[in-house]
């Protein structure tokens, strides 16, 4: 019954779509789509060479395998990233428009985004399984849903590839990671995230993806990677629409 009221639900949504315009979420001109293309050229280019293991933009001319200083320094427990442009305007915009704003129909853009930039990397690379970052209790309670969840759910469709909502759990609620000085964040997320006994099987041997909207300094994804490769993952992929640029 439940799968038949989303069917319903689904083939509603389309024909809504289908008979209504629709307006771009950047410049507000109509479009066939919630990004115009116009916007897409403008403002989503080409692919830039990132380090592959944190996605930093690196300077023009580095290789599909090259490393930044930072992670050559310290190695983050994760493995690679892939994202799909750098968090600046005006597309920090639209992300904060999703979290804060309730705007979910910009998280299948930004999966689908997601899912084109996986696309570009080779098939033996991709993970075996997906899981978004998880959200506190208090936090999930506040905003009603998981953007990380929400992004995933089309970047799974779009990739053919089995997406654990609840392969992760946060065991407490942390403070907002942007109110805390550099120096704060690891503290603050040490032993934040667990894999539930139920879900280690699946974790065990296999390569993980995880789902974020944003990558700031990576210390979120590092402390879930050093999680998942405790639980006995042996490789860790970072899936993120956008990167806060290092300065």
Same mark, same amino acid.
């Given at each position: ?5 989303? =069917?319903?639900?689904?083939? +509603? ?14 410049? #507000? ?104 970052? !998880? ?32 392969? +992760? ?9 942007? +109110?805390?000085?550099? #120096? ?22 296999? =390569? ?36 806060? !640029?290092?300065?």
């Amino acid at each position: 019954m439940l799968a038949l009221l989303r =069917h319903r639900s689904q083939l +509603l949504a389309a024909r809504l779509r289908a008979g209504m315009p629709c307006c771009c979420a950047l410049c #507000g001109c109509g479009a066939a789509s919630v990004l115009c293309d116009g916007c897409r050229q403008r403002y989503l280019a080409p692919p830039a060479p990132r380090c592959r293991q944190c996605a930093t933009l690196l300077p023009a001319g580095a290789g599909a395998a090259s490393l930044c200083g930072s992670c050559l320094r310290r190695p983050p427990a994760f493995d690679a990233t892939v994202v799909v442009t750098d968090y600046e305007a005006p597309l920090d915009q639209l992300v904060l428009d999703l979290k804060f704003g309730a705007q979910l129909a910009l998280a299948p853009l930004f999966g689908g985004l997601l899912a084109q930039a996986m696309r570009r990397q080779p098939s033996a690379s991709w993970p075996a399984l997906l899981a978004p970052v !998880p959200l506190g209790g208090r936090r999930l309670a506040e905003r009603g849903f998981n953007q990380a969840l929400e992004i995933g759910r089309t970047l799974a469709r779009d990739l053919g590839l089995p997406l654990r909502a609840r392969l +992760l759990e946060r065991c407490r609620d942390t403070a907002p990671q942007t +109110l805390l000085a550099p #120096g704060e964040r690891r503290a603050n997320l040490r032993q934040a995230f667990a894999v539930p006994a139920a879900m280690r099987e699946r974790v065990r041997g296999r =390569h993980v993806g995880v789902i974020d909207d944003v990558i700031t300094t990576g210390v979120t994804l590092d402390e879930i990677a050093a999680t998942l490769k405790r639980a006995g993952a042996v490789r860790v992929t970072c899936l993120a629409f956008a990167r806060t !640029p290092r300065r």
